[in-house]
């Protein structure tokens, strides 16, 4: 049972266009959700993060959308680096039952190649 | 550098053995993570210490143990091996409770 989806395994981007990754998850007591980005021999980084109270986060580059009605989020990178390139991961929280916001639950990841 | 530090970054050892996975957290940070990172079931969280104590628990194997020492260093213990168990382990840390974590480089094991 995959709670969170991330339907596209990989997305081409040329540089200076938008890159949209998309997210969407099944489980509605998840309240709490985060954009990972991960290169290869190195461990996940987290990136931006958005509270179900909320529909969108900024911060810089990076925004992340909120559709609670659809269960969907999305992360836009505007405007897309090379240095974009990694895995990115999709990963949601809940402090139902007292639990702590760190035990994620991620998606598989989708494979961003961002083209000079 | 997220300024978690595992150790070892790779290991190779033969089923039925037992390992054991250390983590050192970033300085100040109280929460210690394990998450484990294989090909089919991409990462999944396993168990979570706060200040010592257990705070949450994932689909951990009983085969698998984690402790948290005064000191705020974590281990991982990962015994009766099977080919499964071959993945990545991360470990992660936070100032508190919440899902911004901190990921070191992770251990890869490998049991043949």
């Known amino acids: 049972d995959q709670q969170v989806k991330q339907n596209s395994p990989s997305l081409s981007v040329q540089e200076g266009r938008i890159s949209i990754l998309n997210c969407d998850y099944t489980n509605s007591m998840f309240d709490y959700f985060l954009w990972y980005k991960k290169y290869p021999a190195e461990g996940p980084t987290f990136l931006i993060s958005i509270s179900s109270i909320k529909d969108k986060n900024e911060d810089g580059r990076f925004t992340v959308f909120l559709n609670k009605s659809a269960k969907h989020l999305s992360l836009h990178i505007v405007p897309s680096q090379p240095g974009d390139s990694a895995v990115y991961f999709c990963?949601?929280?809940?402090?139902?039952?007292?639990?702590?916001?760190?035990?994620?639950?991620f998606g598989q990841g989708t494979i961003l190649t961002v083209h000079p | 550098d997220s300024g978690v530090t595992q150790t070892p970054k790779h290991l190779i050892t033969a089923t039925g053995q037992r390992v054991t996975l250390r983590c050192s957290p970033r300085s100040g940070d109280l929460s210690v993570y394990w998450y484990q990172q294989s090909l089919d079931q991409g990462l999944q969280f396993l168990i979570q210490y706060y200040n010592g104590e257990e705070r949450a628990k994932g689909n951990i194997l009983e085969r698998f143990s984690a402790q948290q020492f005064p000191d705020l260093h974590s281990e991982l213990n990962l015994s009766s091996l099977e080919l499964g168990d071959s993945a990545l382990y991360f470990c992660a840390s936070s100032v508190g409770i919440t899902g911004e974590l901190f990921f070191g480089e992770g251990s890869r094991l490998t049991v043949l």
């Open positions: 990963a949601a929280s809940s402090r139902a039952g007292g639990t702590s916001y760190g035990k994620l639950t």
